[in-house]
């Protein structure tokens, strides 16, 4: 709907004006709450020992934990362009980013704690997306804008567990993961939110923008997976 609504504020004005060069960082707050219950489930086996398949508990020593995916960074790249002397329309590039990780010692031989042999479980996730984004923004002075858009994006969550009681996990036919293997992700996003925007030199500008930003993923290991929260981003514009 955002993109429709760009191109024909685009179509409605044929004064062509000067194309910026945007680009920047922001940093996004998630839910990804069926993601997290699998982090959760793995500290808890860090924490506590892995169970085997007759139910007893194998112990764990020296845990550190896979911090839950509740912020993610997103690089971005794009152009934009005065359509008319209210409105902008701006197409970019978009990179969100994230890895967690943790890992314990577990037994994986002996009987008593004397005879124990100890070995490191890791766990890694690694999730990327690369997506293309339309938004049109509505400018109230020379300073403040409020607007929005819709992305779409695809990419890789690669989940890497690696030690032996992993893969006797795996091998009992539970759902972990195969020690090392990428599942693919499609998603679009949408956004409304505030932006700021000040020169700092001839032709460049200093900008800040709050969004809210709701995004439905598709994962191709857990299925649909939804996430929303604020984005804070500072970038700079270009002025041709």
Same mark, same amino acid.
């Given at each position: ?6 191109? @024909? ?13 945007? @680009? ?25 020992? !892995? ?5 007893? /508990? ?13 912020? /993610? ?23 969100? %980013? ?17 005879? !124990? /042999? ?44 690696? @030690?032996?009681? %992993? ?15 990428? %599942?693919d992700l499609d998603a679009v996003s949408y956004r409304l939110g505030v932006g700021y925007e ?31 929260? %604020? ?10």
């Amino acid at each position: 709907m955002m993109a429709l609504m760009i191109v @024909g504020l685009a179509a409605g004005n044929a004064a062509a004006s000067e194309w910026e060069a945007v @680009g920047g960082l922001a940093i996004t707050e998630t839910t990804l709450d069926v993601w997290n219950d699998v982090i959760d489930d793995l500290n808890y086996s860090f924490e506590n020992g !892995f169970k085997n398949e007759s139910g007893s /508990v194998i112990p764990t020593r020296n845990e550190e934990e896979v911090d839950n995916i509740d912020r /993610v960074p997103m690089l971005y790249l794009g152009a934009r362009k005065e359509i008319n002397d209210k409105w902008t329309g701006e197409l970019r590039y978009e990179y969100i %980013f994230g890895t967690v990780e943790g890992e314990a010692e577990a037994v994986i031989a002996g009987n008593t704690p004397a005879d !124990f /042999v100890w070995q490191k479980q890791e766990a890694k996730i690694d999730v990327k997306l690369h997506g293309i984004t339309a938004l049109a923004d509505y400018q109230f002075n020379d300073r403040w804008t409020v607007g929005g858009g819709i992305g779409f994006y695809k990419g890789t969550k690669n989940k890497d567990f690696e @030690g032996a009681i %992993f893969q006797a996990i795996n091998a009992s036919g539970a759902k972990v993961t195969p020690d090392d293997k990428d %599942f693919d992700l499609d998603a679009v996003s949408y956004r409304l939110g505030v932006g700021y925007e000040k020169p700092f030199a001839e032709n460049w500008d200093f900008n800040a923008n709050l969004d809210y930003l709701y995004m439905e993923i598709d994962d191709e290991d857990d299925g649909n997976i939804y996430s929303n929260g %604020f984005s804070y981003g500072v970038g700079v514009t270009y002025s041709f």
